[in-house]
Structures are given as structure tokens and as C-alpha cells.
């Protein structure tokens, strides 16, 4: 910005000087000579802004740097969604499963684990079963063989 106003100003200070020129100057030879070197001198003038700016001119463009607390943060936060996610849905499979075979269960809670490798695994279940159910062994066989896991059975009034 400052190269377009230093080229502003020293057009507008070389428009009055041949101006002031042109009025004192002979007629003749000497009017055409001189008007030739303040072309040149204009077209001098000219350049000397143009030019500093565009070797002043810089585009760095640099792509934004993420920090490493940043971004384990964010894999933080996915991998409880992933875990958080996984959990409701694996207590939903459960509940809806020993549902439709007619147990009297109540609620199901899965707790869930993460190994070293990024896996899931299932450290725990508890499903809750109403007073009135009987078949205790049945809805830990049925849960044992779907999820290679043995519950705890828990009754709830």
C-alpha cells in the first residue's frame, strides 16, 4: 500500500514539474527533446514503486500447525464416543435378545474396556431381572453363549 501512495505522489509531483516545464520552455527542437526526457523520467518514476512492491510482495503460505495436545484430545474424544456408542448398542442387542425369549429382565449394563492395540473388549455385565423370574441359569447360558462372557445376575424389585 505505501508503493501505490509513494507512486501516487511522485506522479503528481512529476505532473507539476512538467507542467512548470512546459510553460518556461522554448518552442522548437528544445520542446521536443525536453518532452522526451520527462516521458522517460515519467515512465522512470513509475517503475521504481511498481517494482519495490512486487519485491516486497511475500505469500507464505504455511498449513496450520495442530498441537499434539490437540489432537490426542480429539482421538481422546472419539474413542470414548466409539466406546460410549458401542456400549448402547451391545446393551441394547442384550436386552432386546433375552427379551424376545421371554426372561423378565429389567435393564442391562455392559462395561467395556480398551486394550493397548485400540480394541474393545467387554470387562463386565450386569443385568438386573425382575423378582418374579426363575430362570436365572438360563439367562446366564443364553448371555454366556452370545457374548463369551458371564453375567452377574442381579434381582431388582
Known sequence: MN???ALIGMVCACAVVVSL???ISPNGMTEKTLNLVIGVFIVCVMIVPVKSFFTDFKIDIKAPEISDTISADAQKA???AV???TKSRLESSLLSLLSGESFRVKTVEISLGENSGGGIYITGINIYIDKSEKSISKIVRRTEEEFRVTP???VRQ
Open 83 to 85: 466406546i460410549t456408542e
Open 21 to 23: 516545464l512546459g510553460i
Open 78 to 80: 472419539y474413542n470414548n
Open 3 to 5: 508503493s501505490i501512495a
Open 152 to 154: 452377574r445376575v442381579i
